[in-house]
């Protein structure tokens, strides 16, 4: 049995907008800084790709690659008191 017949042929519809190649771009700026926020990831993907997209398609692009946004846990500093404490 041929397998050609069960393949998915091409349908028709919108592109996405940002390709396999445009994929590697978002890793590549992930790796070199991995804090910056979706806007500064968009606007260096924007300088490198000269593409324009928005900073939902970066997240979506993000999300399809494995990487997701975390906040880190406020923790409270210690204060004098308790620097003394911890000293004795």
Known sequence: ?????????????R??????EDKEVLKD????????????????????????VCTKTICRGLHELGIFSQVAAVKPLLTDK?????LQ
Do not use: V
């Open 15 to 20: 592109p996405k907008a940002i390709n396999n």
């Open 1 to 13: 049995m041929n397998s050609d017949n069960f393949k998915s042929t091409r349908r028709s519809g």
């Open 82 to 86: 308790q620097r003394e404490n911890q």
């Open 29 to 52: 700026i992930i790796r070199r800084g991995n804090k910056h926020s979706a806007d500064k990831i968009r606007e260096n993907f924007n300088e490198r790709t000269g593409k324009e």
